[in-house]
Every structure is written in structure tokens, then in C-alpha cells.
């Protein structure tokens, strides 16, 4: 692929547009010296970039996380399987009375709460005032049930700001189920 950067009026934008096959692929045909150079305006469109790298990061270090827990209890649940269709902010790793026992950091960009706030506590500390009982109660059903479902609750901040959390929790077993894991988000 050939441009001329002469006549490129936004030349951070396509190259921010490339895959990095595509980026290696450009060949400047140029003469330098007649390029003038322009202040850099604004980082959004590098920021987006980089921004949608880390949020991957992100995302591959939360399924390690989970992997290890999964070694640490035997589970016999395919990780890589849980997480390959799955968009999630939030992960929140329970025992069977509901406690606790381990969140990812996209749980306290989500509710506010640290790690050190969350464990040993049941999810029903996010719960409030305009929290549906017949929600709540059919998360109780379904996880008694030993399968995985989903669900939206309203769930509070810390701040005490509702929001919408559509819930997918999958229980994890080893010969039986031991442990839940939520996927969490927020929807509009």
C-alpha cells in the first residue's frame, strides 16, 4: 500500500485505523522535506486505541486469575469455554453460601467497593431500595439449581447510585459444585 502523506489531511486518524499487519504494510512514498509538521491536537483516537489494548489486558489477566482459582479448587470447568463468548466488567467468584471469595478489579470501577470491602460478604450488600424481591428470588431458585442463568438486577454504589446489572452465573464444580461465578455489566 502506497500513500503520499502530502496528501493525507489526517494521517494519525488512518494510521490509528490500521491492524498492525496493515500498519507494517504502509510504505511512505515521500519527500520529507516538504512535510510540515502540526501540533498534536488531541490523543482520543491514540487513547481509544490503547485504551481498547489494555481493557483486553484487562481481560486475558481476569481469566488467569480465574485459571488459578480453578487450579486452587480442581475445578472441572473449561475457563477458556466460560469466558469465549462472555462481555463482562465485572467478576465476582462466590463460595456456596454465596460469600465472597475473590473479585476482579472491573468490580470496583463497577460498584465503588474494594476488594477488602467485598470478601466474605454475600452480593446482597449491593442490593437496595429499588432492588426487585421477585429478582432476587429467582436467583435464589436458579442457583439452587446447579446451572448457569442470567439475570438483571438493580444493584447499588457505594455512592448509593442505582444501576442495572445483568448478571450470568455459572456454578463450578469439581465432583460437585463448590463455587458461582457472576459475569457482571451494566445495562441501560
Not at 465472597?100 to 472491573?106: E, T, Y
Request: aromatic residues 12%; glycine residues 2%.
Amino acid at each position: 500500500m502506497t500513500k503520499n502523506i502530502n496528501e493525507m489531511m489526517c494521517l494519525d486518524i488512518y494510521l490509528s485505523s490500521l491492524n498492525e499487519h496493515e500498519l507494517k504494510a504502509v510504505d511512505f512514498e515521500n519527500n520529507f522535506e516538504t512535510i510540515q509538521t502540526m501540533p498534536l491536537l488531541s490523543w482520543d483516537i491514540y487513547s481509544d486505541y490503547r485504551f481498547s489494548q489494555f481493557n483486553e489486558l484487562q481481560r486475558n489477566q481476569d481469566i488467569i486469575n480465574v485459571k488459578a482459582l480453578a487450579q486452587k479448587f480442581n475445578w472441572n470447568v473449561d475457563i477458556n469455554e466460560l469466558f469465549k463468548e462472555e462481555i463482562f466488567e465485572a467478576i465476582v467468584v462466590t463460595d456456596l453460601k454465596q460469600k465472597i471469595i475473590w473479585v476482579n478489579k472491573g468490580f470496583t470501577e463497577m460498584t465503588g467497593y474494594s476488594r477488602k470491602e467485598a470478601l466474605n460478604r454475600t452480593p446482597g450488600f449491593l442490593q437496595g431500595p429499588k432492588t426487585s424481591l421477585e429478582v432476587k428470588e429467582r436467583i435464589q431458585i436458579k442457583l439452587s439449581g446447579l446451572t448457569p442463568f442470567k439475570e438483571v438486577i438493580v444493584n447499588y454504589k457505594k455512592n448509593t447510585e442505582a444501576y442495572k446489572c445483568e448478571v450470568k452465573i455459572f456454578p463450578l464444580y469439581n465432583e460437585k459444585t463448590t463455587h458461582f461465578i457472576a459475569l457482571e455489566k451494566r445495562v441501560i
